[in-house]
């Protein structure tokens, strides 16, 4: 299950979302993740089955990307260094890859689990 979310909320808002804005902007480039070369979704813990069968489903150059992203923000980490500004990930290239696909896994899991226990009356 994903985590709740008020980005909905805020994006079906424009001025609220013009406002927020530039926070969200802040608090990504906080964040740091960029730094090191990650993109959001490589943040995703693996520890659930869905995540565990999105990142089987995705394709296998995406997935090799993946690997090779946290392999090196670990070498970075262990090695207290930041990427150089051009091989830092830039705001972008930053998008959705993995959360469609564990979405779209959630739904299945949702239609099976009321398929499994539909009731049927005469």
Known sequence: ??????ASY???RPLLKRWMQPLANWYTDAAGYRKLGLKFDDLIPEESVNVQKAIKRLPSKEAYDRVFRIR????CSISHTLLPANEQTKPEEDVE???PIIREIEKEVKEREDLDNLVVRK
């Open 1 to 6: 299950m994903s985590a709740p979310s008020f």
């Open 97 to 99: 890859y993995l959360s």
């Open 10 to 12: 805020i994006v079906k």
């Open 72 to 75: 090196r923000a670990f070498q």
